[in-house]
């Protein structure tokens, strides 16, 4: 292995531009406090939690069950607590600049699995197809169920640093009448490049990636400048997904799943699909968990937001999973600029990661 340079550079996200990281290697720097581990439940059942098995009755009632008959796999039920609901109807409110959107929504949690301390690596592939399965079927549901929502997110706090509050594993579905910023930022620049290049970008970055090398040379001496190894940045590949170090990732151990293909809506996907997709994020979480002992992350399905103008984005739009664990607290500095501070650089994190020897 070469052995690390020190880098300090701000690196700019290909996809939205506005969106930089500070990528600060140097040990002596400590921009920012680490996150401690917390050790992880692994316990199969707990007779106080509600997402356990025998213990039903302690939720709302199951919205769907997989599978729908005898002992369920996952089961999907309204959240206790919704930070959007369907109960009100108060018409908009406006007072001059301060803006209401009624916070019309459903909130939905999937419990991932019937083992309460059962982590995504050691879930089999068929079990982690079931459930993307049974997260698409839902956001097809929910779409079809109300025109007035835009967006569909997908997401899941895994370990208490990442906003877990129930221990026993498991994923939320919020549907919301407005598109999320960061998806909209994504969109909106997508399409731009799409206007401009007649690509995908992320058809673009994903090319990128398995472009083995790329040399840069000075333009008026023809003298190498940089040479860049851009296979460094690919961490699994299956026959229909790649899973990838983003260049400018937010989080030293971020990593992105995108198929590789081009498609911008997470409900056109397929079983065929899940099943593969389900082998690359297994094998991308087994080791993340080697390299972090324990990871606590979040991860997040982003796909083309539905209602007007969908279709407009439909080709420079790409669906993709970002998986972000959290190993180091966010400083003043970041939550005050927006800068995010990457203490590792993402070609080692890569390295490091692709190491890894799996079964
Ligand atoms: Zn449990
Ligand atoms: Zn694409
Ligand atoms: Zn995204």
């Known amino acids: 292995m070469e052995t ?30 680490a996150e401690a581990p917390a050790p992880r439940d692994t316990r199969r059942h707990v007779d106080t939690c509600p997402f356990c098995v025998g213990n039903e009755s302690m939720t709302p009632p199951a919205i769907a069950t997989y599978p729908a008959q005898g002992l369920w796999e996952i089961r999907i039920v309204e959240n206790l607590y919704p930070v959007l609901g369907d109960d009100r109807e108060n018409p908009n409110l406006n007072l001059g600049l301060q803006q209401t959107i009624d916070g019309y929504g459903r909130h939905e949690v999937v419990i991932d699995h019937n083992a309460h301390g059962a982590a995504v690596h050691e879930m089999t592939e068929s079990h982690l197809a079931l459930l993307f399965g049974a997260y698409r079927a839902r ?20 370990g208490p640093a990442a906003g877990a509050s129930i221990a026993h594993t498991h994923s939320q579905i919020i549907g919301m009448p407005v598109v999320p910023d960061n998806v909209q930022m994504e969109v909106v620049n997508s399409r731009a490049y799409f206007v401009k290049n007649h690509r995908c970008i992320f058809c673009s970055l994903i090319d990128e ?33 790649i899973a990838i170090k983003p260049f400018a990732s937010r989080y030293e151990w971020e990593v992105h799943i995108l198929p590789l293909g081009h498609q911008a809506d997470f409900l056109d996907s397929s079983a065929e699909d899940h099943a593969d997709f389900a082998q ?36 420079s739009f790409h669906w993709h999973l970002e998986i972000c664990p959290r190993t180091t607290i966010p400083s003043g500095f970041e ?25």
């Open 209 to 241: 990636a398995l472009t083995f090398e790329a040399t840069l040379y000075d333009r008026e001496s023809g003298q190498i400048r940089r040479k860049i190894d851009v296979g460094q940045f690919v961490i699994e590949r299956g026959k229909k997904f």
């Open 280 to 315: 690359v994020l297994r094998r991308t979480m087994a080791r993340l968990d080697a390299v972090l002992g324990g990871a606590q992350y979040n991860y997040f399905l982003h796909s083309v937001p539905h209602g007007e103008d969908a279709a407009g984005n439909a080709a």
């Open 335 to 359: 939550l005050g600029s927006g800068l995010f501070i990457n203490t590792i650089s993402p070609e080692i994190a890569a390295q490091t990661l692709r190491a890894v020897a799996l079964d």
């Open 139 to 158: 956001m097809e549901q929910l779409y079809r169920s109300n025109r007035r929502l835009r967006y569909v997110l997908v997401f899941k706090n895994f």
């Open 4 to 33: 690390e340079k020190t880098v300090r550079e701000i690196r700019i996200n290909p996809i939205v531009p506005s969106e930089s990281v500070l990528v600060a290697t140097a040990r002596n720097m400590r921009p920012k406090k």
